[in-house]
């Protein structure tokens, strides 16, 4: 388990809430912090450019070693937001007050010394001068779409081609802005909650990254 508190700390604990291990990224203010779903790392992202990666290693006993910084997601020229795992952590997306999304690829040997790497990138102007507070960001398990969300209005987008505008869902719950998004385990459905019922759509940018994907390896 983890927990994050405004004065910059993050604390890893035990389903038994003993605590394994607190850190203090310095990045003056802390914006969120995700725990990949297999529980191998943990990111953290504020006010700097950078999205701060843990590695969280278990001996075969699984008894807790240590966490300790793996590798930084690089690329962007404000801070960011919010940062999100595929479900195998081989891909990671951000977002940033600059206005840009990223894909990077986070299945890299950091022991020896390699970098994450950016696959891709693309720009929500929407983004530019929003408050962390009000932007929700969610990747698909396979990692070919993301969702973003600031304040009312929720936009997707395929991880594969940067270039393909797909429509903005405006005023989804009302005069309520998006609180939660998240994707099915099969990736095929996303939803959003901010009001009292939670919207579900197609994952369209989903089957457009595949199609994408597919025609690459002809």
Not at 196 to 216: A, C, T, W
Request: hydrophobic content about 35%.
């Amino acid at each position: 388990m983890m927990s994050a508190s405004p004065d910059n700390r993050i604390v890893l604990c035990d389903n038994h809430s003993n605590v394994l291990k607190t850190s203090e990224p310095k990045m003056s203010s802390l914006f969120d912090v995700v725990v990949s779903r297999d529980g191998r790392f943990v990111a953290a992202c504020g006010f700097t450019a950078e999205v701060f990666v843990y590695e969280v290693t278990f001996d075969r006993e699984n008894v807790f070693q240590v966490s300790k910084r793996a590798f930084d997601l690089k690329g962007h020229d404000s801070g960011v937001f919010a940062v999100s795992f595929n479900a195998s952590a081989s891909r990671a997306v951000t977002v940033s007050r600059d206005g840009f999304w990223g894909v990077f690829d986070t299945d890299v040997r950091y022991a020896q010394g390699q970098d994450a790497g950016i696959l891709n990138k693309g720009e929500w102007p929407q983004l530019k001068g929003a408050s962390a507070d009000r932007v929700r960001l969610a990747m698909s398990p396979s990692g070919e779409s993301l969702e973003v969300s600031c304040g009312f209005t929720l936009k997707i987008f395929s991880s594969e081609d940067e270039h393909k505008d797909f429509p903005g869902l405006h005023d989804l719950h009302g005069d309520q802005r998006i609180l939660v998004i998240k994707y099915s385990p099969c990736a095929q459905l996303e939803g959003s909650c901010g009001d009292h019922h939670v919207r579900v759509f197609r994952n369209i940018p989903e089957y457009h990254s595949q199609v994408v994907r597919l025609s690459k390896v002809r």
